[in-house]
Structure formats: structure tokens, C-alpha cells
């Protein structure tokens, strides 16, 4: 897992629940040859909102021009723009580890990182970490010298900080 800088930005994205939406987006990028590092797509309280949680780097003009390309799209409603740092942002990470000599020393060190135990087998162990990308990334590198199975790690999911939420100016 590579190490992610801290310059990256979080689109918070608005859309309804619609099919091809996810399609549209995306070919959006594609076709300006953005680069989207992270996807998170997820239903909101409200049953016809999707939140898509895009996170990308690039200055602020491309930042800016990629947020006003996607309000042009017919299913989006709004566009955030957070920066990693002022955001509440967390990713999911599930590992699967080599355990044949090391198990104790494997316990000890996810129990010291914040990582839950979610699969015990008779070779290997399976972890869930959540939490900051540097975290997670600090957590793949202390435990690859064990032998990493399988792994997979979701993308960050944001929120802005404090009582505003993206449904604030809603009509």
C-alpha cells in the first residue's frame, strides 16, 4: 500500500438515487483524464439520495473545474469540496495475514494499533482496522514483514466538521 500525502480533497456529491448515475460520473472524469484515487458510494437517510465520496488531488483550479463539470450532470444535486484535513474522514481496512509462527506477536500488535480480530483460521489471521489513511498505511507496513495474504481497504468516507451538514441551502 503505497503512503497518501495529505493534499488530497474529498468531493462530497449529492445525486439521486437513479441508475447510471455512478456511470456518468465517472465517464466524466475519464474523459478529462482526472484521476479518482478513492470511491465511496453510499445511501443517505433519505431513500432517493445517494452520497458518493470522491477523493482526488490536484490543485484548486482543477478541483474546481472538475466540481462545476459534475453540478453540469443531471442527477447531481450538490457538490462539496473538503479538504482531508477539515473533514471527519475515515477508511475501513480488512487484512488477512500469515500466522503460522507469529500469531502472540500478531495479536499484540493489532491489539495495540486499534484492530479487531474478525477471522481466526488455522494459518492466517484477519483484522478490521478503520480510521485515518496514515494509520491504516502505518498498520499494512508493520505487518507486512509477516506476509500479507489479502487485503482489501475501502475509500474514505468524509464528513464536514461541526453542525453543517450537505443538506444545508437544500431546497
Do not use: W
Request: glycine share 6%.
Amino acid at each position: 500500500m503505497k503512503k497518501r500525502n495529505d493534499d488530497r480533497t474529498v468531493l462530497s456529491v449529492l445525486t439521486y438515487n437513479r441508475p447510471s448515475v455512478l456511470l456518468r460520473m465517472t465517464s466524466l472524469f475519464y474523459r478529462r483524464g482526472y484521476n479518482i484515487e478513492t470511491l465511496v458510494v453510499c445511501e443517505t437517510d433519505r431513500e432517493d439520495v445517494s452520497r458518493f465520496t470522491v477523493t482526488l488531488s490536484g490543485d484548486t483550479n482543477i478541483i474546481e473545474q472538475i466540481r462545476r463539470q459534475l453540478l453540469k450532470l443531471e442527477d447531481i444535486i450538490k457538490v462539496d469540496v473538503l479538504h482531508i484535513d477539515d473533514c471527519a474522514a475515515s477508511e475501513l481496512l480488512l487484512i488477512k495475514v500469515n500466522a503460522c509462527e507469529h500469531r502472540q506477536e500478531l495479536l499484540i500488535l493489532s491489539q495495540a494499533s486499534g484492530c479487531r480480530v474478525v477471522d481466526i483460521g488455522a494459518q492466517s489471521l484477519t483484522f478490521e482496522l478503520s480510521g485515518r489513511s496514515a494509520d491504516i498505511a502505518a498498520f499494512v507496513e508493520r505487518v507486512r514483514p509477516y506476509g500479507i495474504l489479502e487485503m482489501g481497504c475501502t475509500g474514505i468516507t468524509a464528513l464536514q466538521r461541526g453542525d453543517d451538514t450537505i443538506f444545508d441551502s437544500l431546497i
